[in-house]
């Protein structure tokens, strides 16, 4: 995957976390000049050694006033580029393509009293970077977080999670986080065991959060496999759910993970 190169900028590692064999976050220093909104994606770039280049778009999972970036990532099976992006060490360079993009993003949505953010996987990347923005909570006073996985061990940052009534920017909105995590190839505690689709059509989500996921009170974020965004969006448009467009906002937003 190629780009024009002539704006990229150079960052470089600060950290490499492995939170299991597969499932690995980086951060990087951030340049001066990068803004972006909470929910936005960035393209990272890797050079082959042979004059190419490789990139690969990754959500932010740092906060918009955060002075590093952070991403959040799947090492691929003979991928070209997560297998090498996970064997960086801190010190060592990669790209920055310095235009962010995406549909993530609050603008997207009307405001309401309730959002929903369900993601699997790395797809929950945005909605961390999201849920630690004061002005999302300021349009959305509770916030629904349904992180689903194959097994247990994937269910990463909950530290950041459980830390966030510390927050010093948003610390005093944590009371109106919910967090469920689904699990579905083993058993876990306190985990749904269900794919979201299935958890919406039988009522199992909207059960264990204890309210009704309906346009006229709820807005919707969907970010992860492109299986389940497909089929959750086809449900929830059902239900009434409508995106938005340019200008005009709707009740729901929708990213395939990457």
């Known amino acids: 995957m190629t780009t024009p190169t002539d704006k990229s900028t150079p960052v470089s590692l600060l950290q490499v976390r492995h939170w299991t064999d597969k499932l690995f976050s980086i951060r990087t220093t951030r340049p001066a000049g990068f803004r972006f909104e909470a929910g936005q994606f960035a393209r990272l770039g890797l050079e082959d050694g042979a004059g190419s280049r490789l990139w690969r778009p990754y959500s932010m999972v740092s906060a918009p006033y955060e002075e590093a970036l952070e991403f959040y990532s ?3 099976p003979e991928g070209a580029f997560t297998t090498r992006l996970a064997r960086l060490k801190a010190g060592d360079r990669l ?4 235009t962010a993009y995406g549909f993530l993003v609050p603008g997207r949505l009307e405001s309401g009293p309730r959002l929903w953010l369900l ?3 790395t797809g929950l990347a945005p909605f961390l970077s999201l849920i ?3 002005g999302v909570w300021q ?18 940052y909950r530290d950041l999670l459980a830390d966030l009534s510390a927050h010093p920017l948003v610390g005093e909105y944590a009371p109106g986080l919910r967090y469920q ?3 579905t190839r083993e058993t876990a505690p306190g985990a749904l065991h269900q794919r979201i689709p299935a958890l919406l059509l039988d009522g199992s989500l909207e059960q264990a959060l204890g309210a009704p ?20 969006r086809q449900l929830l448009s059902q239900r009434g759910f409508a995106t938005g467009r340019r200008g005009q906002p709707g009740t729901l937003a929708v990213e ?3």
């Open 256 to 258: 395939n993970s990457f």
């Open 213 to 232: 996921l309906a346009p006229d009170q709820s807005r919707v974020m969907l970010c992860g496999n492109p299986a389940m965004v497909e089929e959750t």
């Open 132 to 134: 630690r923005d004061p």
């Open 139 to 156: 349009r959305f006073p509770q916030i629904f977080l349904v992180h689903s996985v194959r097994y247990g061990e994937e269910l990463n």
């Open 74 to 76: 799947i090492r691929v």
């Open 95 to 98: 790209l920055l393509d310095p």
């Open 119 to 121: 993601a699997t996987g």
């Open 181 to 183: 995590a689904v699990v």
